[in-house]
């Protein structure tokens, strides 16, 4: 029955854990991420006859049932109905109640944050500046870049935590669904990327305002929210070009959601950091080539 319910999530595209406990929320990667990642939840019920799975990454949330020979009675779906119901209400309480804790503690982190300077080893790897994006002073995140998430409300609720190899994390319990940030000022175009050096490598080369989703699956979501406040702009979603895919058909949809435009850049594997850092350092070196011919 295990068996099945790990089927179950394979078949929506999600690697399930090697091991399901029954009466326990079990977190494992979200589509398309690390083994590491711990977007996605399962749950089997006690009974190991249903249970229910879902991706915070994608919004994905399924409810599984156990097939068997003889059909459920109407009591029996009932009683799954009901318990499944039990459950979600149970659910929801403890996402907001996880969220609100994690909006707390961001507040508390985000006030004692120092501002980023150009010797934050990320933002000199990623060739970027800070744009306002802080770090700890002391302890587990000196040298840390803490970048802030916001609500449509724009209240600060959760953070993402980006190490110098570029490891990215948030709060756990954090919202991130809808959530963003912005580099600049408004302008009548506005660009919409996935990660943080993205939309800085972007800002900078264009100056037009741009938004942070941080993550593919959250990019429609964050366009409809900038073309709610800007109607009259033109939204272009800056995606990423995956070997899988991802960043290219959650442009198409963000565009789609929005009624926007899209750019990939050309080379896979690549963002708009990775294209643009590549064009500059052809540049440098042609620079440096003239120089050394007139000398």
């Not at 854990?17 to 979200?30: E, H, S």
Request: hydrophobic share 40%.
């Amino acid at each position: 029955m295990c068996r099945e319910f790990q089927d179950a999530i394979r078949a929506a595209g999600l690697i399930p854990p090697d091991t399901i406990t029954t009466g326990k929320i079990i977190a494992f990667a979200g589509l398309n991420k690390p083994k590491a990642n711990r977007a996605a939840r399962c749950f089997l019920f006690p009974d190991r006859r249903g249970g229910w799975f879902q991706d915070f990454t994608t919004g994905l949330v399924e409810v599984w049932q156990m097939k068997r020979e003889s059909p459920y009675t109407e009591q029996e779906r009932e009683d799954f109905r009901r318990k499944c119901e039990r459950d979600r209400a149970a659910r929801e309480q403890a996402v907001t109640e996880g969220q609100q804790a994690a909006a707390f503690k961001a507040d508390k982190i985000y006030k004692r944050a120092v501002s980023a300077d150009a010797g934050n080893l990320y933002l000199h790897r990623k060739q970027i500046h800070p744009h306002g994006a802080k770090t700890g002073d002391s302890g587990r995140l000196k040298g840390v870049l803490i970048v802030p998430l916001f609500d449509g409300a724009i209240k600060l609720v959760n953070l993402q935590f980006i190490h110098a190899d570029g490891t990215k994390r948030f709060l756990s319990g954090g919202k991130k669904k809808c959530c963003f940030w912005w580099l600049g000022k408004k302008t009548s175009t506005v660009l919409i990327a996935e990660g943080f050096a993205t939309a800085a490598s972007l800002h900078e080369h264009t100056g037009h305002q741009v938004f942070i989703a941080f993550d593919a699956g959250n990019l429609a979501n964050v366009a409809k929210i900038v073309r709610a406040n800007n109607p009259n702009a033109e939204i272009i979603i800056m995606g990423d070009n995956d070997k899988n895919g991802t960043g290219q058909n959650a442009a198409i949809a963000a565009a789609l959601a929005s009624g926007g435009k899209y750019l990939i850049p050309p080379t896979v594997g690549h963002d708009w950091n990775d294209h643009l850092t590549a064009i500059r350092t052809a540049e440098n070196s042609r620079i440096a080539e003239i120089a050394e011919v007139v000398r």
